[in-house]
């Protein structure tokens, strides 16, 4: 998940209790809006994105998927994280090969991320440079379906 190339504690800033409870309503509804389901197996993995509070590769989301009894199967989860990214609920981050639970409610939005390369903490943010990457993609006859930038480096609390 994490590089953890340091001594000290990581900070990880997953959702839990009632938090958690909130985003997945919220995940629900927005399902039922948009005529989808948010089946169990979806619910589930979108759950653990949410706790991790940083970027998960999908087998460590498979060996997680079940509370009780044997892990989920590869295609499970496959097929779930599929379905997240393409509802706007997940990212994949290319560079570490991870998934991470996106919180935003815009739909199409561009991402970026501030990624540590320590503790593996990501930050999404909405990078100002959106229309300029869209605009020049409609010149040169792109339809562009979405925007994804990836900064590393160290956050405030590992360089500290």
Known sequence: MAHHACDHDHHLHGVAGTA?????????????????????????????????????????????????????????VYRALEFLEKQGFAHRIESLNSYVACRREADGHAAAFLICDCCGATREFEPA???????AGAAAGYALTGVTIEAHGKCKDCRE
């Open 20 to 76: 958690l409870a909130d985003e997945l309503a919220a995940a629900e509804a927005r399902c039922v809006a948009a005529e989808q389901r948010l089946t169990a197996p979806r619910r589930r993995v979108l759950e653990l994105l949410l706790e991790a509070g940083a970027p998960v590769k999908a087998y460590d989301l498979i060996s997680s998927f079940a509370v009780d009894g044997p892990p989920a199967k590869p295609p499970t």
């Open 129 to 135: 440079a959106t229309a300029d990457i869209i605009a």
